[in-house]
C-alpha cells in the first residue's frame, strides 16, 4: 500500500523559507508522478506543484519562481522547498503520487504559516 508522510511544515515570518518532505512507501517516486497541493481555510485545494517521472517539474503560476520541486531517489522523497514566502502561502500542504493507471494517493498533509 502506498502511504505518503508530510513533514517539515511549521510557522515562518513573510519573506521566510521552509523545506518540505514527502516520504514514500509502496510506491517510487521516480516511477510516478508526484505532486504539492495546498488547501488554505475556506478554499479549495489547489495545485502547487508536480514532478513526473521523467522529472518534467510545473508550477502555479502563484508560486513560479519562489516553490521548488524536487526527489531523491535513493530516499523515496519528495521536497518542496518554499522561499519567499508570503501570508496568502498559509495553507495545508499535502503529498501526492499519481500512479500509470491515474490512481492518485495523499499523504495527512503538514501545515505552513506564514505570519509575522
Known amino acids: 500500500q502506498v502511504q505518503l508522510v508530510e513533514s517539515g511544515g511549521g510557522l515562518v515570518q513573510p519573506g521566510g523559507s521552509l523545506r518540505l518532505s514527502c516520504a514514500a512507501s509502496g510506491g517510487a517516486v521516480s516511477l510516478n508522478t508526484m505532486g504539492w497541493y495546498r488547501q488554505a481555510p475556506g478554499k479549495q485545494r489547489e495545485l502547487v506543484a508536480r514532478?513526473?517521472?521523467?522529472?518534467?517539474?510545473t508550477y502555479a503560476d502563484s508560486v513560479k519562481g519562489r516553490f521548488t520541486i524536487s526527489r531523491d531517489n535513493a530516499k523515496n522523497t519528495v521536497y518542496l522547498q518554499l522561499n519567499s514566502l508570503k501570508p496568502e502561502d498559509t495553507a495545508v500542504y499535502s503529498c501526492s503520487l499519481t500512479t500509470y493507471v491515474w490512481r492518485q494517493y495523499w499523504g495527512q498533509g503538514t501545515q505552513v504559516t506564514v505570519s509575522s
Open positions: 514532478i513526473t517521472n521523467s522529472g518534467t517539474t
